[in-house]
Every structure is written in C-alpha cells, then in structure tokens.
C-alpha cells in the first residue's frame, strides 16, 4: 500500500515534469531555451517515471522481478547519463552554427543591447 | 471504414487467425520441437529459416546498392560546388561519455544476439544496435575514427561473412545428408540431442545475420553521411 503511494506519487511527478518539457517547448522563445527545456524536462520525468515502475516491480518480491527491476534501473542510468549529453551536443552545435540568442529587447523590437 | 467493425476484437483468443490450428500447433509445439521458449526466434530461424537466410541476403544486396550509387573513387567531380564541411573540434563531454557508453552499447548489442532464442532480440536487433555502436563513434568524433576500427574493405568481408555462416549452416545440414537448413541433424558434430542442436544453430545463424547487419547499417551511414567520399562527413 506504502510502495503503491510511492509509485502514484513519483510517476504524477514525472508526468508533470513531461509536461512542462512540451510546454517549454512549444512557449519558449528561441532554440537555447526550447532545449533547455527539452533536455532538463525528459530526463527528470523518464528518470522518475522509471524509479516508480521500478518500485512498483517490488511490490511483491522474488528474484525474477529484482531482474526486471535491476534492468528498469540501468535504463534509468543510461537516460541520466545520454541525455545531458546529447542535450550539450545539440546546443554547441547550435552555437557552431550561429543560433541567435534571444533577449528581452528582441521582443520590443529595440537592437541589440 | 464499415468493414471495420467486422474484423475480429483486438487480441481475442479465438479470432479465425488464432484459432486456426497451424498457430496452436507452433504454440504448443515449439518447445518440445527446439527447446527455443522464444516462439518468435524459433520460426524465424527454424521453421522459416530459409526466407530470413534471404532477407539478410535482401540487407546484403542492399549494402552493395549504396555502395555502388553514392560511393566516389578518384579525383573529385570539379562541376559539383565543393559544400563547406563542418569542421569539428573535439568535444570533450561528449567524447568522455561516447568512449564510456560505446563498450557498454557493443556489450548489449552481443547480449541481444546470444539471448535472442531466450528473450526478445536476435541476430537482426542485435546487429543494429552493434553497427550503431560504430556510428556514435562516427558521429562523437569523425568518420575517420570510426573507419580506423571498420574500414571499407572490412566493412564488406564482415558482410559477406555473415551469409557464409547462415548458409554454411544450411550446406553442413546438407552435407550431413538432411535437407537444407534441417538443424536437427547437425546433432551429430555438436555432440546434443537432436532438438538441442536445433536451438544451438538458431543461435549460430543468428550470429551470421549479425555480422551482416551490424556491417551494412555502417556502410549505408557512412556513405550517406560522407557523400560517398568516404573522407569526412557529420
């Protein structure tokens, strides 16, 4: 009954750290921030969204499901350790190719500051 | 779109498709045939062995077909306007990480391969995510570190020794006087039973699919991400 709470509460939080991701990454101005919002959201939420199905694979113990659960768990690393990365290879191609960073006075219509 | 609703529920067990006695018969018969609990693995390399020697024949050809398209020998074509490559400095996180995350993903790309008549996976997977392997460290610094490892010469020995080993399977079979592909005979060099040889050749041409794949899914990256120059690229 604990681990089901935990479950419910851990996957709700991942799911709403997705959800800031996407609407990051429809709402936000220019490609830096887009991909901060981007890389920062996904891995938060597939990192917790895949904590609270591994807990949930140990809610009723044996050695099969500490197999699975072991498995969700290196996933869980392989995401926490690709994704940032990929996140910084994107942006620093971004800059190599001249991405414009946006700023307050771009919205205003003002030059550059 | 009124057809529709006369097809059977999705995944009902008595639908005509899985009622009908061929799919109980490999349900049911698979294990004690092949000892493979994998019933996907066992019809793909057993009962139905013969089309997918020819599909990674298919994957072969496909290779070839690049290579003989997109590939460029000698001197550069002057018409073309030579496209500004983007010049890479080496990246040091991404880097870091490729040189950590490379060994780890070739290692899942052999356990895929070796667990294939186990769990999902197989020969096909497995040499996709190898060949992958091949094109993040193509990607993570260029196509020259990756071709020090797989050159192009390499690249289709590797290939071609894939089919050999698939269909070297078939011709011991045949040799061993048995019909082409009809693993159970092969009991006979392995030192098994009958149905446990069939398991063990399944995992054998699996491995021969691997080499294919893993070989041509490079081929086809590099020569698309290079223009058929094979120099540099991405």
């Given at each position: 009954?604990?681990?089901?709470?935990?479950?419910?509460?851990?996957?709700?939080?991942?799911?709403?750290?997705?959800?800031?991701?996407?609407?990051?990454?429809?709402?936000?101005?220019?490609?830096?921030?887009?991909?901060?919002?981007?890389?920062?959201?996904?891995?938060?939420?597939?990192?917790?969204?895949?904590?609270?199905?591994?807990?949930?694979?140990?809610?009723?113990?044996?050695?099969?499901?500490?197999?699975?659960?072991?498995?969700?768990?290196?996933?869980?690393?392989?995401?926490?350790?690709?994704?940032?990365?990929?996140?910084?290879?994107?942006?620093?191609?971004?800059?190599?190719?001249?991405?414009?960073?946006?700023?307050?006075?771009?919205?205003?219509?003002?030059?550059?500051? | 779109?009124?057809?529709?609703?006369?097809?059977?529920?999705?995944?009902?067990?008595?639908?005509?498709?899985?009622?009908?006695?061929?799919?109980?018969?490999?349900?049911?018969?698979?294990?004690?045939?092949?000892?493979?609990?994998?019933?996907?693995?066992?019809?793909?390399?057993?009962?139905?062995?013969?089309?997918?020697?020819?599909?990674?024949?298919?994957?072969?050809?496909?290779?070839?077909?690049i290579i003989?398209i997109l590939r460029r020998y000698g001197p550069k074509d002057k018409?073309v306007?030579e496209q500004k490559l983007?010049?890479?400095?080496?990246?040091?996180?991404?880097?870091?990480?490729?040189?950590?995350?490379?060994?780890?993903?070739?290692?899942?790309?052999?356990?895929?391969?070796?667990?294939?008549?186990?769990?999902?996976?197989?020969?096909?997977?497995?040499?996709?995510?190898?060949?992958?392997?091949?094109?993040?460290?193509a990607?993570?610094?260029d196509l020259q570190?990756?071709q020090?490892?797989?050159?192009e010469?390499?690249?289709?020995?590797?290939?071609?020794?894939?089919?050999?080993?698939?269909?070297?399977?078939?011709?011991?079979?045949?040799?061993?006087?048995?019909?082409?592909?009809?693993?159970?005979?092969?009991?006979?060099?392995?030192?098994?039973?009958?149905?446990?040889?069939?398991?063990?050749?399944?995992?054998?041409?699996?491995?021969?699919?691997?080499?294919?794949?893993?070989?041509?899914?490079?081929s086809?990256y590099s020569n698309l991400a290079s223009k058929g120059e094979m120099k540099e690229g991405l």
């Open positions: 009954m604990i681990i089901e709470i935990i479950c419910i509460v851990l996957v709700l939080s991942g799911l709403l750290f997705l959800v800031g991701g996407a609407i990051g990454i429809i709402r936000f101005p220019d490609f830096y921030t887009r991909m901060h919002a981007a890389g920062k959201g996904d891995t938060m939420s597939v990192f917790l969204i895949l904590i609270g199905v591994a807990i949930y694979q140990l809610n009723d113990f044996s050695i099969a499901n500490l197999l699975v659960a072991g498995k969700i768990f290196f996933i869980t690393i392989f995401i926490m350790w690709a994704g940032p990365t990929s996140t910084h290879a994107l942006i620093k191609a971004g800059i190599d190719e001249g991405q414009k960073v946006w700023t307050r006075e771009d919205k205003k219509g003002k030059p550059d500051a | 779109m009124s057809a529709v609703s006369d097809f059977p529920d999705w995944g009902d067990p008595h639908s005509p498709a899985n009622s009908y006695r061929l799919s109980q018969g490999y349900i049911t018969e698979t294990f004690p045939e092949t000892s493979v609990p994998n019933m996907v693995t066992a019809v793909l390399a057993d009962y139905r062995g013969y089309d997918t020697m020819f599909e990674t024949v298919v994957i072969f050809t496909a290779g070839i077909a003989a018409v306007p983007y010049k890479k400095e080496p990246d040091l996180i991404v880097e870091t990480t490729c040189r950590l995350m490379i060994p780890i993903i070739q290692l899942f790309a052999l356990y895929v391969v070796a667990h294939g008549h186990h769990s999902p996976g197989g020969g096909f997977q497995g040499g996709v995510i190898f060949g992958a392997s091949f094109i993040l460290l990607l993570a610094r570190a990756a020090k490892w797989v050159p010469n390499r690249i289709l020995n590797l290939a071609g020794i894939g089919i050999f080993i698939y269909s070297g399977f078939g011709f011991l079979c045949l040799l061993l006087g048995s019909n082409f592909l009809d693993y159970s005979i092969l009991h006979k060099v392995m030192g098994v039973t009958p149905i446990e040889a069939r398991s063990h050749s399944m995992l054998g041409v699996e491995i021969g699919v691997a080499f294919t794949v893993a070989a041509i899914m490079f086809i």
